[in-house]
T-cell receptor, first 118, second 116 residues
Framework: AQSVAQPEDQVNVAEGNPLTVKCTYS??????LFWYVQYPNRGLQFLLK??????LVKGSYGFEAEFNKSQTSFHLKKPSALVSDSALYFC????????????????FGRGTQLTVWP | GAGVSQSPRYKVTKRGQDVALRCDPI?????LYWYRQALGQGPEFLTY????????KSGLPNDRFSAERPEGSISTLTIQRTEQRDSAMYRC??????????????FGPGTRLTVL
């Protein structure tokens, strides 16, 4: 069964410090992995995705994520956090071995609240 | 261009009433998805469409929930005889292509449904 785990409900980091938001996944095939961010009273915004190729993926707002197949992880990172990065972050996975009716689904983690303090 | 839009943004209704939630996808996007997000949880898949055809409705919780996309554009999620447990954020997303497993799903702002 497909699943995503975000082991930390909250991550707190000082502005200017590097940040990491963790994500691990479980799918039967090679995964497609996504990160979304949710700001208060706004929809989910796409940050980046891994489909194939280079394990280090760069996305919006200076974020990047590293795909690690052996550890089944896709951690979100940023070298220098900003106060404006404070938001709720969701990791999601799509299993391309799904066939037929189920291939459209994204499976989301529970989210990690990132707080960057000045 | 315009993103995914949803209406209403907020809906408060009494238990037992029917509600209809609307989603207007990004122009030209073939696939449309509905998710439900409870407080403190990630979005959970409900159903999705390619053009007007409903491809997967196995995520719908029960037969009070239904969705349609009659002309392959705007979609409506209908909940009949609402119950308090239906209270949640309902999110709609669209993606460009029918077989684009790698396609990004772009989300609308959501409809916050509260059932009293």
């Amino acid at each position: 069964a497909q699943s995503v785990a975000q082991p930390e409900d909250q991550v707190n980091v000082a502005e200017g410090n590097p940040l990491t938001v963790k994500c691990t996944y479980s799918v039967s095939g090679n995964p497609y992995l996504f990160w979304y961010v949710q700001y208060p009273n706004r929809g989910l915004q796409f940050l980046l995705k891994y489909i194939t190729g280079d394990n280090l993926v760069k996305g919006s707002y200076g974020f990047e994520a590293e795909f690690n197949k052996s550890q089944t992880s896709f951690h979100l990172k940023k070298p220098s956090a900003l106060v404006s990065d404070s938001a709720l972050y969701f990791c999601a996975v799509r299993d391309p071995t799904d066939r037929g009716s189920t291939l459209g689904r994204l499976y989301f983690g529970r989210g990690t609240q990132l707080t960057v303090w000045p | 261009g315009a993103g995914v839009s949803q209406s209403p943004r907020y809906k408060v209704t009494k238990r037992g009433q029917d509600v209809a939630l609307r989603c207007d996808p990004i122009s030209g996007h073939v696939s449309l998805y509905w998710y439900r997000q409870a407080l403190g949880q990630g979005p959970e898949f409900l159903t999705y469409f390619n053009y007007e055809a409903q491809q997967d409705k196995s995520g719908l919780p029960n037969d009070r929930f239904s969705a349609e996309r009659p002309e392959g554009s705007i979609s409506t999620l209908t909940i009949q005889r609402t119950e308090q447990r239906d209270s949640a954020m309902y999110r709609c997303a669209s993606s460009l292509s029918r077989e684009g497993w790698a396609d990004t799903q772009y989300f609308g702002p959501g409809t916050r449904l509260t059932v009293l």
